[in-house]
């Protein structure tokens, strides 16, 4: 049996080897990170030239925040998955991830059972092209 291989755009500001364990534990989870992006508007070049399966996104990016980004994206690409990813623990921040259109949340400092966790349950919302094996 193959496994499908997910392709994930990582948007974070973290510094280097954060956002380098981050996509490691994403590729040990399956997923080939097909970019890391440091501002919204590199993430929206990612989106358009790799159109990946999945997107990690920050909240705080140095151009726009990631819910603007989150936004735009699903404007254009409204079958995008989009997991925020927050070190706030706030309501609101939650209600407004959602209310952009963000499929999942996840905060930071994160384990990868957690991250696991959340990777499942918004993958099993893909479409089906997506979860097939190539």
Do not use: N, W
């Amino acid at each position: 049996m193959r496994v499908a291989l997910f392709a994930t755009c990582l948007v974070d500001t973290m510094v280097p080897q954060v956002a380098r364990a981050t996509a490691t534990l994403l590729e040990r989870l399956g997923h080939e990170v097909v970019g890391i992006a440091k501002s919204g508007a590199q993430a929206l070049r990612f989106y358009d030239y790799f159109t990946p399966d999945l997107v990690t996104m920050d909240v705080r990016l140095p151009d726009m925040d990631g819910m603007a980004v989150t936004e735009k994206l699903l404007a254009t690409y409204p079958r995008a998955q989009i997991i925020v990813v927050t070190g706030v623990d706030q309501q609101d921040t939650v209600a407004q991830a959602v209310k952009a259109g963000a499929k999942a949340y996840i905060l930071k400092p994160f384990q990868i059972d957690k991250l696991r966790a959340t990777l499942d349950r918004v993958m099993q919302g893909m479409p089906e092209r997506v979860k097939q094996a190539s």
